[in-house]
């Protein structure tokens, strides 16, 4: 069996070239063969958003714990100021236009 060794970068082409001088046409087809295997991927699963069941459901605790007097429901002025936290840092993550203007007024 053939060991390649490798001491410079090389490009594509220059390392077919190797391949096809150092190895045999049948050790060429177990390479290819090998390449066309598909590698399982190794990344993390998804995310799962959650669903309006979940919101609702979430919902329906909270109201409950608030109910039992275990939790203080939010209020309006720091839900609007909460979306405004979200929205700034989009923006400045980049998500968004740097021109974009964010802006809530109480009424």
């Known amino acids: 069996m053939n060991t390649l060794k490798l001491t ?3 490009t594509i082409p220059q390392l077919a070239e190797m391949l096809h001088q ?6 060429r087809q177990q390479l290819v063969e090998l390449m066309e295997i598909p590698k399982p991927n190794a990344k993390r699963p998804k995310k799962q958003l959650p669903s309006v069941a979940d919101d609702l ?4 605790i ?5 109910q039992r007097g275990e939790k203080q429901l939010q209020t ?7 979306l405004k936290h ?7 993550a980049g998500s968004q236009t ?4 964010v802006s ?3 009424k």
């Not at 150092?22 to 050790?27: D, G, L, N, R």
């Not at 309006?76 to 909460?82: G, I, K, M, V, Y």
């Open 8 to 10: 410079i970068p090389l």
């Open 22 to 27: 150092q190895f045999s046409a049948k050790e």
């Open 57 to 60: 459901r979430e919902a329906f």
């Open 62 to 66: 909270e109201l409950k714990q608030y």
């Open 76 to 82: 309006l002025d720091d839900f609007l100021n909460e």
């Open 86 to 92: 979200q929205a700034l840092g989009k923006i400045q």
């Open 98 to 101: 740097s021109h974009q203007q």
């Open 104 to 106: 809530f007024a109480k």
